[in-house]
Nanobody, 116 residues
Framework: QVQLVESGGGLVQAGGSLRVSCVAS????????MGWYRQAPGKQRELVAVWPSGSSTNYADSVKGRFTISRDVAKNTVYLQMNSLKPEDTAVYYC??????????WGQGTQVTVSS
């Protein structure tokens, strides 16, 4: 059974930093496409950053230069380091694991709130 468990969200002032983590079980994070998405109230879920298996990372234009996706293979964990946070980054952040075939998997989400 695949599980993705996010943690590390919280409240931070604008300009601050947070790192959210996603621990994967039942799946090898290094062998699937791993990504971070976010959903703000009243808005659709959007891609923030993705690290395709065997390929390079991609970021949404709104976070380029501020956010960094990384992974620790030994811990089967994916991180999203968020710097220079803005109020518009406020959202629930979700971890996603997408195998080459079949449906993807989602975590339960972690709330990130950036105050102005």
């Amino acid at each position: 059974q695949v599980q993705l468990v996010e943690s590390g969200g919280g409240l931070v002032q604008a300009g601050g930093s947070l790192r959210v983590s996603c621990v994967a079980s039942g799946i090898f994070a290094s062998m699937v496409d791993m990504g971070w998405y976010r959903q703000a109230p009243g808005k659709q879920r959007e891609l923030v950053a993705v690290w395709p298996s065997g390929s390079s990372t991609n970021y949404a234009d709104s976070v380029k230069g501020r956010f960094t996706i990384s992974r620790d293979v030994a811990k089967n964990t994916v991180y999203l380091q968020m710097n220079s946070l803005k109020p518009e980054d406020t959202a629930v952040y979700y971890c996603n694991a997408q195998p080459r075939k079949g449906a993807g998997y989602w975590g339960q989400g972690t709330q990130v709130t950036v105050s102005s």
